[in-house]
């Protein structure tokens, strides 16, 4: 952020109207000065997020979200602060070129390293040497187009790191997963093996899964370990390039591997991701639930795939995110089922996917002797279980009559085991900071909210106060006049800007937002909030002088102290 200076940050900001800009992300109506749209940032179902043209800021009644419209695309996107700069910047014209200045990250230097490297293995592949390898991949109808969409390489010998370590620290090659030191000699980590690049969030190359092309007895796939800039659970594979489509038709397809990737955009499904394995993390789930979006689940067809699509399917339910899964049984994966019956097979198993919990109903089955009471019951009791995790008494009715149907059960004790008035199903959100309901409390988080939506009420507090008990509120106020001295003036919407790389003061702002305030406000008002606000530090002197009264054994400073307690409350009545 600091590679930017603020003056062509602001710019960038104030050339994006907000309005416009939110807008072509999803749909807003005006209501009286402002416009209302539902939030993307959680399952909203009525317009809860509030955008002023006026302010140039949003904020969401509901979940708390509020920012300007470079935290919107930000947090919309699933985007760093330089990405969506330069996302707005090239909208009006203002280009920003992040990727030539060497100071952009920490990591850049390991970020070229991995470009270099991509650059290396794609030679690689086209030269004489990489024939064998070219035959392979044409050998699974890889065509050059898609090697070339997804950067596929091949790894030779050391060649490698022969060529980085004279211009990279062996070190460092060692630390990024590269190369390795093997009895004293540097060596390349992978050798012999068809190279898929994998990028993080934001497009940069951070790691590889090397896939062997001949009869050896080696593994079928060598990836890179975790390192500095790979976290395996933090990455979805081909994210990066497939966000805009995933937006666009408002449904992610989540398969296991990136061949299943691969394959699905040969036949144009560009709207796929991959897990690189069955586990689905904490960091993976927020990163679709940004989103906003549908799920369909297109994992292997074996124990450990169908596995996962139920617990995948569970978490995606459980945090009110739509689900379906792919289901088919004639071939192990999505690569297998195209390759071998073409396109329109894939795309009836596509058309006729069910939906999660009917594919739960069927999982829970599996292994179970119906015939057999006791499992009968036990199985009866996970699908009770199962449709009270859903907020629709609709669908639980559907599916309470089909239970009841196919069981011969009597529909009235299934019924009586289902929760009732739709209980609703917790939607993780970030934590609300608590808020201590007393008027103290509550007097300071008005003022400060004022202070950011008027700059005059910025003067009075400067002239008329100028301190405030929580040390949170005081810090925020302080912040707030010192960006509007810095600045000859007042603008909301940088000042949110500005402390983006200030999480301690953007958790204080959070507070305000979400204690409900109002906008509109009275010269008269605006004083009882500071009056209070200076009760309270008469009253602690008080508190101060009571405790040292009672401690002092001299009758003469008892006296003294007893006269400034008395003159302190008659201040505070005169009030």
Not at 46 to 56: A, G, L, T
Not at 102 to 109: A, D, Q, R
Not at 360 to 369: A, G, R, T, V
Not at 509 to 527: A, G, M, P
Request: aromatic share 10%; glycine share 4%.
């Amino acid at each position: 952020m600091a590679l930017i200076d603020s003056e062509t940050i602001n710019r960038i900001r104030k050339s994006n109207d907000i309005v416009d800009v939110i807008s072509s992300y999803i749909d807003l109506v005006p209501k009286g000065k402002n416009y209302f749209g539902v939030c993307p940032f959680h399952d909203d179902h009525s317009p809860s997020m509030s955008v002023s043209r006026e302010k140039q800021i949003y904020r969401c009644f509901t979940c708390g979200a509020s920012g300007n419209v470079l935290t919107f695309v930000m947090n919309f996107e699933n985007i760093g602060f330089m990405e969506a700069l330069k996302k707005l910047g090239d909208k009006v014209g203002v280009h920003l070129d992040l990727k030539d200045n060497p100071k952009n990250s920490k990591y850049s230097e390991f970020y070229d390293i991995y470009k270099l490297s991509t650059n290396f293995y794609k030679n690689n592949l086209n030269s004489p040497s990489g024939e064998k390898a070219k035959e392979y991949l044409n050998s699974r109808k890889i065509t050059e187009d898609m090697i070339k969409r997804f950067d596929i390489g091949l790894s030779l010998n050391d060649s490698l790191s022969k060529s980085l370590v004279k211009k990279y620290d062996a070190d460092k090659l060692i630390l990024i997963g590269l190369s390795h030191n093997y009895n004293g000699k540097l060596c390349d980590l992978f050798l012999n093996r068809i190279m898929f690049p994998i990028k993080d969030l934001n497009g940069n190359i951070v790691a590889y899964s090397g896939r062997k092309y001949d009869n050896s007895d080696a593994p079928k796939y060598i990836n890179t370990k975790e390192t500095l800039i790979f976290k395996k659970g933090n990455i979805l594979y081909n994210y990066y390039d497939a966000k805009e489509e995933i937006r666009r038709k408002k449904e992610i397809i989540i398969c296991e591997g990136f061949m299943e990737v691969i394959r699905l955009y040969s036949i144009g499904i560009k709207n796929v991701i991959a897990l690189m394995g069955t586990s689905f993390t904490n960091e993976q789930l927020e990163i679709i639930k940004k989103l906003n979006v549908d799920v369909v689940l297109n994992l292997d067809n074996d124990a450990p795939g169908k596995l996962a699509a139920f617990q995948i399917g569970n978490t995606l339910l459980k945090n009110n995110i739509k689900s379906t899964v792919i289901v088919f049984d004639k071939y192990k994966d999505t690569d297998e089922l195209i390759m071998n019956d073409g396109e329109d097979a894939f795309l009836k198993a596509y058309n006729n996917r069910v939906s999660y919990i009917d594919y739960k109903l069927h999982y829970l089955k599996i292994d179970k002797n119906l015939n057999d009471s006791v499992e009968l019951a036990k199985y009866i009791n996970e699908v009770i279980d199962s449709l009270n995790e859903i907020d629709d008494d609709v669908l639980k009715e559907i599916k309470a009559k089909e239970l009841s149907l196919e069981f011969d059960i009597n529909i009235e004790t299934i019924k009586s085991k289902l929760k009732n008035n739709s209980t609703k199903i917790s939607v993780e959100k970030k934590e609300k900071p608590t808020i201590i309901s007393d008027k103290y409390r509550k007097s300071e988080i008005r003022i400060v909210y004022l202070m950011l939506n008027n700059k005059d009420v910025i003067r009075n507090y400067e002239n008329d106060l100028g301190f405030l008990p929580s040390d949170d509120m005081r810090k925020l106020a302080n912040e707030i006049i010192y960006f509007k001295q810095i600045n000859g003036g007042w603008d909301y919407a940088d000042f949110i800007t500005y402390i983006l790389n200030k999480p301690w003061l953007k958790e204080s702002l959070d507070i305000v937002l979400n204690s409900k305030q109002h906008d509109e406000f009275t010269s008269e008002e605006l004083e009882d909030y500071f009056v209070t606000i200076k009760k309270y530090e008469v009253e602690k002197q008080i508190n101060k002088l009571t405790s040292k009264l009672k401690e002092t054994l001299d009758i003469n400073e008892k006296i003294k102290i007893a006269k400034r307690i008395e003159n302190m409350k008659k201040e505070v009545l005169e009030w």
